[in-house]
């Protein structure tokens, strides 16, 4: 059984296009967070929700969204991309704030 | 904001050869720092979480320390094996308790049979 899982694993698209990852655990958890991996490796959490509060990092464009259609999906849109988003992202949930992150294997963004 | 630094440089070390990495922290002292594995490809994975008030954890040939005085946790691997080689992450909480922690970008292990 997958804990969190992410889909697609790879997505290529050009620029100014709209696009979505998908993301659902299966743990119970009840805080879900989207981090961007750049190509120097640094994590950068761009989300964190928790059913009752989104909090953005403020460094992100409005350009991307999270849509959480019930507590085991969190959802990435990502608007107009630019070859800047090209990056790996991933999906992760904890039980709690503090708690342990589950992460999921990542998707491959490539903008063209 | 926290600034989180880990080594830069990979770490290359001897198979059974005890490996220590380091996180150094700048600005507020996290309740909690927390220690993850990641191979190339993959998800970070958990290892091992660390209170303000603990000095020291263990779990199984892993140690992590914290140091809220120097703002610092050391990570050790016992008799380490090339399975072990992979990029270490520490990650510390947001500031004010938030939901957003902060990851350093990590330092690569090596372990040589």
């Known amino acids: 059984d997958t804990a969190v899982s992410q889909t697609p694993k790879y997505l290529v698209t050009q620029m100014g296009n709209d696009k979505s990852i998908k993301c659902e655990q299966n743990?119970?958890?009840?805080?879900m967070y989207w981090y961007k991996q750049d190509s120097k490796k640094f994590l950068k959490i761009m989300f964190s929700y928790n059913n009752k509060e989104l909090i953005i990092n403020e460094t992100v464009p409005n350009r991307f969204s999270p849509k959480s259609p019930d507590k085991a999906h969190l959802n990435l849109h990502i608007n107009s991309l630019e070859l800047g988003d090209s990056a790996v992202y991933f999906c992760?949930?904890?039980?709690?704030?503090?708690?342990?992150?589950?992460f999921g294997p990542g998707t491959r963004l490539t903008v063209t | 904001s926290q600034k989180i630094e880990q080594n830069s440089e990979a770490l290359n070390i001897q198979e059974g050869k005890t490996a220590t990495l380091t996180c150094n922290y700048t600005?507020?002292?996290?309740?909690?720092l927390q220690w993850y594995r990641q191979d190339p490809g993959r998800g970070p994975v958990f290892l091992l979480l660390?209170?303000?008030?603990?000095k020291e954890k263990r779990k199984e040939r892993l140690k992590v320390t914290f140091d809220t005085t120097l703002k610092q946790s050391l990570f050790h691997i016992t008799a380490s094996q090339p399975a072990d080689s992979a990029t270490y992450l520490c990650?510390?909480?947001?500031?004010?308790?938030?939901?957003?922690?902060?990851f350093g970008r990590g330092t690569s292990l090596i372990v040589h049979p």
């Open positions: 600005n507020y002292s996290p309740a909690y």
């Open positions: 660390i209170r303000e008030n603990e």
């Open positions: 990650a510390l909480e947001g500031p004010g308790g938030s939901y957003i922690p902060t």
């Open positions: 743990l119970g958890h009840d805080t």
């Open positions: 992760a949930s904890s039980r709690a704030g503090e708690d342990e992150q589950y």
